[in-house]
Each structure stands twice: as structure tokens, then as C-alpha cells.
């Protein structure tokens, strides 16, 4: 049982129980012990009061954010006017304790779903620009540069590569619309950054 209280304090504490008041606020306003304030919380079979956001986190959602750091310039581009990786030049961007890529980002605004591998741009300022609508994952590249290839008339890749890779599986297109196998390109990379 509670410690006695004289009914108008009860009556305040009810008020700011009800208001969203913490104990530990209750008891300072009113002058007695956090635990006597908890004691009268459950007496009067009031919840306990609402968890209040971290100041650290944004009210915004995450595309609301990443509205706030891209601005639009001239030929449909966007610039990205927030943070870059201190080791890769990445454009990021931090909602909630997580980090997220802006073209990653940008990529779920113009498609609805998250990307699959790298989102780059496929417009002529492929470096900076950050529009949702010039973002392509690496399916949509590869179809994207499959018909450039097809327009300017080049031959379809062959089936397998030299090192024997299927086609169907690791073919993928330069900007030129060029093809040209993931595989080897990987293990090529992997073997220049050993001997590095």
C-alpha cells in the first residue's frame, strides 16, 4: 500500500499520470519519492507513461530525408548535397541508426523495391547524379545495355566464355553496350588487388 497522500496531490498526480508525466517527473513536481509516485501509478491503475523518441532520431522518413540532401539540377540530374564515405567517395546518407547508399535509396523511390547489386546511374553524368529516375540496378543495366547492343548491331554473346562461364549466368554489358563475361571480370580484378 501507498504511502498516505493528501487528496489534491492525488488528484495532481492523476492529472500528470494522465498527461504522460514519468515517475521520476511526477515525484519532482510534487515533491515525493519515485517510488512513492510509481506506488500511486499502479493505485490509480494508470499505464506507464509513453517511451519519448530519442532526439537522435529524425521524424522524417527515410525518403523524406533523402529529399532533404539531393537537389535537382539542370537536365533532370540530381546532386547529392549530403554526406560521401571518407574511404570510397560513397554519397550516404544515416535514418534511424542505419546507413543507406543515396542511390540505393533513390533506386527504391523510382521502382518500389530494394535494388539487386550495385545501383549506378544510366544517364550522361553517371559519377554524381543521383535521380531516382536514372538509377539502374544490375538486372535492369543488363537489359538496359543488352538492347543498346542490339541497336548498334552487335553480335550476341556466345553461350560460354573462353574460361568456360555460362552466358545466361555472368554476361553483362559495358556502357557501349559491349559484352562481356562477370566472371572473369571478378577473378581479374581479385587477382590485380592480391598483387597489389
Keep these: 500500500m501507498p504511502r498516505a497522500l493528501d487528496p489534491a496531490t ?14 521520476a517527473e511526477a515525484a519532482r513536481i510534487t515533491g515525493i519519492s519515485k517510488s512513492t509516485a510509481g506506488a500511486w501509478r499502479r493505485r490509480l491503475a494508470i499505464g506507464p507513461a ?3 523518441p530519442s532526439p537522435l532520431r529524425s521524424p522524417l522518413t527515410l525518403a523524406e530525408k533523402w529529399h532533404t540532401l539531393a537537389r535537382t539540377v539542370e537536365g533532370g540530374h540530381a546532386e547529392w548535397t549530403g554526406r560521401h564515405r571518407a574511404d570510397t567517395g560513397t554519397r550516404v546518407l544515416t535514418h534511424h541508426g542505419r546507413e543507406y547508399t543515396a542511390r540505393a535509396v533513390a533506386f527504391r523511390l523510382a521502382n518500389g523495391r530494394d535494388p539487386i547489386g ?10 554524381w547524379c543521383v535521380a531516382p529516375d536514372h538509377m539502374a540496378d544490375e538486372p535492369a543495366r543488363t537489359t538496359i545495355r543488352a538492347q543498346l547492343a542490339a541497336v548498334h548491331g552487335r553480335a550476341l554473346p556466345r553461350p560460354y566464355c573462353d574460361r568456360g562461364h555460362a552466358a545466361a549466368d555472368h554476361v553483362r554489358y559495358d556502357r557501349d553496350g559491349r559484352a562481356y563475361c562477370a566472371a572473369c571480370h571478378a577473378e581479374r580484378t581479385t587477382a590485380r588487388k592480391a598483387a597489389a
Design 10 to 23: 492525488v488528484d495532481r498526480l492523476a492529472t500528470l499520470y494522465r498527461a504522460g508525466t514519468t515517475d
Design 50 to 52: 509513453p517511451k519519448q
Design 118 to 127: 550495385y545501383v549506378r546511374a544510366e544517364c550522361d553524368a553517371p559519377e
